[in-house]
């Protein structure tokens, strides 16, 4: 049973920094590509960043680059993003997603909120 746990969310003030967290099981986490979704309130889920099974290559959403970072340790299968120069914008529930599945597989979800 794939399982996806999301840490490291919080308060955090516009222009600081947050690391998240998904530590996974239940599949062979190495196998897999990784991402990171959000959803900010009143809008829709959106793609922020996809890592790929080893780790070799990375793609993020516009509103993201140059500040964001995604990466992965397949030892303890688990995947970051680093995310820095926050916004308030980047207010969201932040969730962790695999392509496993006929649907796919979800974390719960951790809470960002940039706020002064």
């Known amino acids: 049973q794939v399982q996806l746990v999301e840490s490291g969310g919080g308060l955090v003030q516009p222009g600081g920094s947050l690391r998240l967290s998904c530590a996974a099981s239940g599949f062979i986490f190495s196998g897999y590509a990784m991402s990171w979704y959000r959803q900010g309130p009143g809008k829709e889920r959106e793609l922020v960043a996809t890592v790929t099974s080893a780790g070799g290559s990375t793609n993020y959403a516009d509103s993201v680059k140059g500040r964001f970072t995604i990466s992965r340790d397949n030892a303890k299968r688990t995947v970051y993003l680093q995310m820095n120069r926050l916004k308030p914008e980047d207010t969201a529930v932040y969730y962790c997603?695999?392509?496993?599945?006929?649907?796919?597989?979800w974390g719960q979800g951790t809470q960002v909120t940039v706020s002064s």
């Open positions: 997603y695999v392509p496993k599945g006929r649907l796919g597989s």
